[in-house]
């Protein structure tokens, strides 16, 4: 089946710090792939997107590559901001299905 | 804001009671989600509607149910509640039935006593 394994948080940083959250995935045929974020209190938000192999989808700053070869999604931002703080979903969604398989979010926490 | 609205944002009741969440979509978008969220299980999908009919059946309990009405907005219901319902529900809709670009509502928090 479909699954989303994300590194475990929370990732702590200080402002304009690199940001790299790790996100492998395990698919049949060629998924496409999320970024979600969630603020606290508040609902998901989709943050980018890739549809296939090398796609990049970017973002507010945040990039993130697909990956077939190694079969992963590494969310990457060059300078994180106190206002990155939130909790980042990494997600697949398998072509004939309708539906996201989440991973279990890795919590960003970002210090002045 | 998303423009998904969710009603109750919190729910307190007991074991074996009975609740029912509601959801309304953005403008313009005919597929409903509902997602629960806890701490241990994560975010874990529920069910799926587009424009009145069921489209996807995920880990949803005997106990729950769902419909989308013919206005779009949707119901959860989930009855004869235990201790380990307690979570945040999520509804989500998007425009087409299978794009992946959910949008999500703030949540309904459910806490059973």
């Known amino acids: 089946g479909n699954s989303v394994t994300q590194m475990e948080g929370p990732v702590t940083l200080s402002e304009e710090a690199f940001l790299t959250i790790n996100c492998t995935y395990t698919a049949t045929g060629y998924p496409s792939l999320f970024w979600y974020v969630q603020y606290p209190g508040e609902g998901l938000q989709l943050l980018l997107k890739?549809?296939?192999?090398?796609d990049k989808g970017s973002n507010k700053g945040f990039e993130a590559t697909y990956r077939k070869e190694t079969t992963s999604f590494h969310l990457e931002k060059g300078s994180v901001q106190v206002s990155d703080s939130a909790v980042y979903f990494c997600a697949l969604m398998n072509s004939g299905y309708s539906t996201l398989t989440f991973g279990k979010g890795t919590m960003l926490l970002v210090s002045p | 804001d998303s423009g998904v609205t969710q009603t109750p944002k919190h729910l307190i009741t007991a074991t074996g009671q009975r609740v029912t969440l509601r959801c309304s979509p953005r403008s313009g978008d005919l597929s409903v989600y509902w997602y629960q969220q806890s701490l241990d299980q994560g975010l874990q999908f529920l069910i799926q509607?587009?424009?009145?009919?069921?489209?996807a059946k995920g880990n949803i309990l005997e106990r729950f149910s769902a419909q989308q009405f013919p206005d779009l907005h949707s119901e959860l219901n989930l009855s004869s509640l235990e201790l380990g319902d307690s979570a945040l529900y999520f509804c989500?809709?998007?425009?087409?039935?299978?794009?992946?670009?959910?949008?999500f509502g703030e949540g309904s928090r459910l806490t059973v006593l």
């Open positions: 509607y587009y424009n009145g009919e069921e489209r």
């Open positions: 890739a549809t296939k192999a090398d």
């Open positions: 989500a809709s998007s425009v087409g039935p299978d794009t992946g670009e959910l949008f």
